[in-house]
């Protein structure tokens, strides 16, 4: 059985791990049995001599435990769970079609999170620079542009759902929770609505708790 690191929703000031977060739909997706290993972001994993930094020297989540094999960071998990799970459809047989999943996958870890966090913490700074968030704001709408084109003529960003769509949307939702309107992405929205019905994803608080900051988008 494996063993996920994860901060929850309840009692974290950032509102739970979104990180890990896609670890846990990835596991309930393909039916894998695990356990939860909750952590504190301040008291576990923020204090540079915490025991948790032993495990994951970023001292951040997720991490597995599977029999031992200790693995960190999300995206390389996704990668791992979809590849040593034979009864596991997120990832392609195709190779041309699994490289367009570790493409959407790497886009997603570095360019759409880290413009994400730009505008996230231009909003929070103590002394708020409206031109810095105006141009945060528009790098970031510029990625989601870059989405919701790829998702204009299907159902999921490479076609058939995989790693990719429970990366992009564990990110994508956030955007509620900073008062952004995505109506205008119509695919995008559409997109967010079919992952929000899969099963898998109710099991993931944070994330349905950033769906539901916005229901009127999500109607």
Avoid at 4 to 13: A, F, M, S, T
Avoid at 16 to 35: D, H, P
Avoid at 64 to 81: P, Q
Avoid at 181 to 194: C, E, G, N, Q, S
Wanted: charged share 20%; with cysteine.
């Amino acid at each position: 059985m494996i063993e996920l690191y994860h901060i929850q929703r309840e009692g974290d000031p950032y509102g739970g791990s979104r990180n890990s977060s896609k670890v846990l739909i990835a596991l309930e997706e393909i039916g894998e049995k695990y356990g939860i290993k909750l952590l504190s972001r301040l008291q576990d994993c923020r204090p540079a001599d915490a025991p948790y930094r032993k495990i994951n020297p970023n001292g951040v989540v997720p991490t597995i435990n599977d029999d031992g094999f200790m693995l960190w960071e999300s995206g390389a998990i996704l990668r791992y769970l979809a590849d040593s799970r034979a009864s596991t459809t997120l990832m392609p047989k195709d190779t041309k079609q699994r490289a367009l999943v570790q493409q959407w996958l790497a886009w997603e870890g570095t360019t759409l999170n880290p413009s994400l966090l730009n505008l996230f913490f231009a909003m929070m700074a103590p002394t708020p620079d409206n031109d810095a968030i105006a141009a945060a704001k528009a790098a970031f709408l510029g990625n989601l542009c870059i989405l919701d084109a790829q998702l204009a003529d299907r159902d999921y960003a490479c076609g058939s759902f995989s790693i990719a769509d429970i990366a992009l949307g564990c990110v994508v939702p956030i955007s509620f929770n900073l008062g952004l309107d995505l109506t205008p992405y119509t695919h995008l929205i559409a997109w967010i609505k079919r992952l929000r019905a899969r099963p898998a994803w109710s099991k993931a608080e944070t994330v349905v708790a950033d769906m539901a900051a916005s229901q009127a988008q999500l109607a």
